[in-house]
């Protein structure tokens, strides 16, 4: 039976083909957001890659009127949105986020506990968990999904996630110490 030519010509391109499709996945999930979230507008009030925001960016993340003063994480209900708020009056961070099916009470809180690692009352593997308030057993908190994930607004059990990407519940992690005030805004 005569050998065939081809055959080792066949497995180089073929090697150099998955290599090449190897590299644009590893190129692709590297310039990927991390998480949902990033792609619906996170960003960072100090952001230095020089974009140029339209006005009804720059009006659906600037810092709310009546928020309150000094240092406090601002949540808005209706803009699922949170600022991270130092003593100078100005947000260092702004970033969206996914609520649950339960939504506290417009008005000021404080964190009361931090966690850095649990499961969610949604049963969710989660990290950074910053609690600011429980009424009628349900908790609410921030914290960030280990799988990325985000909670159905739409579950039948009350629960009190408020999510972000991992990268923004790193850095509300960081910030919000407990005492630190929490001003949730319909």
């Known amino acids: 039976m005569p050998r065939s030519s081809t055959g080792p010509a066949v497995a180089v391109l073929t090697a150099a083909a998955l290599g090449v499709v190897g590299?644009?996945?590893?190129?692709?999930?590297?310039?990927?957001p991390d998480h949902r979230t990033q792609e619906r507008g996170s960003s960072h009030a100090n952001d230095s890659k020089g974009k140029t925001k339209d006005k009804a960016e720059e009006q659906s993340t600037a810092l709310p009127t009546g928020s309150g003063t000094g240092v406090r994480v601002v949540y808005s209900l209706g803009k699922s949105?949170?600022?991270?708020?130092?003593?100078?009056?100005?947000?260092?961070?702004?970033?969206?986020?996914?609520?649950?099916?339960?939504?506290p009470a417009p008005g000021s809180y404080?964190?009361?506990?931090?966690?850095?690692?649990?499961?969610?009352?949604d049963g969710v593997q989660v990290e950074n968990i910053v609690v600011f308030h429980q009424d009628e057993g349900v908790t609410f908190g921030f914290s960030a999904a280990m799988d990325g994930g985000m909670p159905d607004p739409q579950a039948k059990k009350k629960t009190g996630a408020v999510r972000e990407s991992r990268a923004d519940g790193a850095a509300l992690w960081e910030f919000a110490q407990p005492g630190t005030k929490v001003v949730v805004l319909a």
């Open 81 to 103: 949105r949170v600022w991270l708020v130092g003593a100078d009056g100005k947000a260092s961070r702004t970033f969206a986020v996914g609520a649950s099916s339960a939504s």
């Open 23 to 32: 590299f644009l996945g590893f190129q692709a999930k590297a310039t990927a």
């Open 110 to 121: 404080q964190v009361t506990s931090r966690n850095p690692s649990g499961v969610g009352s």
